[in-house]
């Protein structure tokens, strides 16, 4: 089966840099999305990764690496609006288009 | 204004009744997805339909049911074999391509008397 663990919670202080890892166990994927949710929100997508490396998009970013099964999203420049919670997300080879298999979650805490 | 409504926002049911909830998208997109979330989790997967009159079962789809007469529509009913209906219902769509971008609704919260 596939599994992707996050950390449950996370907390940073405005203007700061903030790392959410995303370990995954799955036999292949297609690529590593990262969706944003606040509290009884609908989830944004926030970036997507097909292969290994960074994508840049304004102040975050997203990391792939396959080799480690690892992946990240990096938010710079904290705001007390990014205090949501972030799940990264995989399509398994082989399933339906964006079928999406949804990690944990972490929830960051941004504080003043 | 393009987007996904769902309706309605919050519903309270009875145990023992089924429940429909509304999904409809003016995207124009060929896929559609309903997730469910429960508290302080990650989002599962119920149900989803790639075209039209093509729906397949997701990781926990025991006690619900849908169907896909429409591009634009995925209702979901949650019937009285869900055993533990009271959750927060996500409906989704994308394009027919693999982008790992997929667009909700805001959400319909369902609460089990």
């Known amino acids: 089966g596939q599994s992707l663990e996050q950390p449950s919670e996370v907390t940073a202080v405005e203007g700061a840099i903030v790392q959410i890892n995303c370990t995954y166990q799955?036999?292949?994927?297609?690529?590593l999305s990262w969706y944003q949710q606040h509290d009884g929100g609908a989830p944004t997508f926030l970036s997507y990764?097909?292969?290994?490396g960074l994508e840049e998009t304004g102040r975050f970013s997203s990391f792939l690496s396959r080799s480690d099964s690892y992946g990240y999203l990096l938010l710079q420049e904290l705001q007390m609006k990014d205090s949501a919670s972030y799940f990264c997300?995989?399509?398994?080879?082989?399933?339906?288009?964006?079928?999406?298999?949804f990690g944990t979650g972490t929830l960051l805490a941004v504080q003043p | 204004d393009g987007g996904i409504t769902q309706s309605p926002k919050y519903l309270f049911r009875k145990e023992g009744q089924n429940v429909t909830l509304s999904c409809e998208q003016n995207?124009?997109?060929?896929?559609m997805y309903w997730y469910r979330q429960d508290p302080g989790q990650g989002l599962r997967l119920i149900y989803y339909?790639?075209?039209?009159?093509?729906?397949q079962k997701g990781d926990i789809a025991e006690g619900y049911s849908v169907s896909r007469e429409k591009k634009e529509s995925f209702p979901l009913t949650v019937t009285s074999a869900q055993k533990n209906p009271t959750a927060f219902y996500l409906c989704?769509?994308?394009?027919?391509?693999?982008?790992?971008?997929?667009?909700f609704g805001e959400g319909s919260r369902l609460t089990v008397l």
């Open positions: 989704a769509s994308s394009w027919g391509r693999d982008t790992g971008e997929l667009f």
């Open positions: 799955t036999s292949g994927f297609y690529g």
């Open positions: 990764n097909a292969l290994d």
């Open positions: 997300a995989v399509t398994p080879n082989g399933g339906a288009t964006n079928k999406l298999i």
């Open positions: 995207l124009n997109h060929d896929a």
């Open positions: 339909s790639q075209i039209v009159n093509d729906f």
